[in-house]
């Protein structure tokens, strides 16, 4: 007899408990269906990469002795959707059980849960051994509180976790967070570390994708793709970054520049999602990096709040919010994305770059996510639903559990505050304090007012105005506030005149 077990595009972690030994009587199935590559638009690279991943951990089972099923995307058998591919190899295979991996989307842990249900032959869902918590542990943490703060569960989490604590329960260095020491704009030409990530040729792989009709956007690349195949390339890459990246990672945290596209960040996030590395190895090199003398502990600290803070808190509150948090849409905002989302063809320079660099390399840093394209969309009151289907399309990393809540709640504030404090938005002040974007774009930073005026300033202010009746008590906001009704009535109302005729040229800006 034999039980099949499915392995998802992103459970392609060779240390789960599943291959401790080689067994007779398991195959390993892996499929590349429609119904995954289609659910949304996806960039190219990210379908690339993902197959790619799959590919290779299926040879290094079958290498270790292990019996694999490979079901390619222009396999003539492909019945291109999971229930009807695990149906026809229940059948072919006279398996008397099926076994799955706990999915970290809402949408495929219902379809299989459903799925398991009506078999005849046992079905089983196994954890997938990769979060620090547990689905339903963020709820539980934050049981009938109105507002999670993340910075509560981030210190649970250290403690719990035996993270940058020293004996007696206290922070290392005396502090929780060196928020304050991470903010530094970056001028000049950024000494950005050498890219030492292996690059691949997967023309092959495109051009079967691509023959078998899969739509997509975004720069292929497929020759020279560097996101990692292998758990043993995502782990030359983690030791290279720890080496050369995260020394400097607060540093120039939020800055961006067009000359430098990842800075000191790790990259590492795809390898994270398609669970090749473990969140508690990534974590563990890095304060082992800061006990060595290696990195700084303001680097270490903001770095290990990304991984055991924001990650698994963003998944805890997906979870807690799931179905319907991608409904969210407090503000009511409904106007579809300009095509230039697609294209990247705007003459806003800081858009420009951010929207190009992620068509480009399926990539973009967090402040360009959160405080260039997410802020001018919440600015502009773009439909949240249709943003984070994009987000979820473009990036190499997106998944919907970590994407979601970044999206309708960090980045859109569409939850009405549950994940963030107050909404992530900013005039042309902030975006040319941080980048190097203004410098030479069509639009004037300074001006609020008039054809070339850049259009966040006006949008900025015709937001909060709009607002007012939700957002004027907060108390993050209250200088915000004290400022906008300084303003005279006069600049009041031509703010949203402008901001008015900014929305209705969108396409054009
Ligand atoms: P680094 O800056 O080096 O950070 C290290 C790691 O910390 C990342 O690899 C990631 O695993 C984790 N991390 C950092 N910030 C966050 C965060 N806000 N939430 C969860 N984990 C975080 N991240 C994704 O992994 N997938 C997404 O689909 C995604 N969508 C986003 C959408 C929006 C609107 C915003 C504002 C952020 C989104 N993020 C997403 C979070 C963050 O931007 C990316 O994790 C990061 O840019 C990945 O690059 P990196 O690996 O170089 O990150
Ligand atoms: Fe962006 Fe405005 Fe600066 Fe141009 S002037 S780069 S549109 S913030």
Redesign the pocket.
Known sequence: TTTLRLILGDQLNPLHSWFAEVRADVLYVFMEVRQETDYVLHHAQKIIAIFAGMRAMAHQLGQAGHRVHYLRIDDAANLQSIPANIDALLARYGASGFEYQEPDEYRLDAQLADYAAQLTVPGAMVGSEHFLTARDEAGRIFANRAQWLMEYFYRQMRLVHGVLVDAGGKPAGGQWNFDHDNRKPRRGAPPEPFDTRAQHDHAALWASIEAAGVASFGRPDSSRIAWPLDRAEALTHLDAFVQHGLPH?GDY?DAMHTGAT?LF??????A??TKMLHPREVIAEAEDAWRAGHAPLHAVEG?IR??LG??EY?RGVYWANMPGYERHNVFGHDTPLPSWFWDGKTNMRCLRHAIGQSLDDA????IQ??MI??NFSLLAGLDPHALHEW??GV?V???EW??M???IG??QFADGGLLATKPYVSSAAYIDRMSDYCKGCHYDKKARLGETACPFNALYWDFFERNANRLSGNQRLGMVYRNLFKMDETARAACGEQAASVRARLEQL
């Open positions: 990672f945290q990842r960040h790790s990259m590492l996030s795809f994270l999602n770095f990304q991984i924001w990650r963003v990539h973009a840093h967090h996510r959160l394209i997410g987000y979820l990036y990393d997106a998944v970590v994407e809540p970044n999206t960090m980045s």
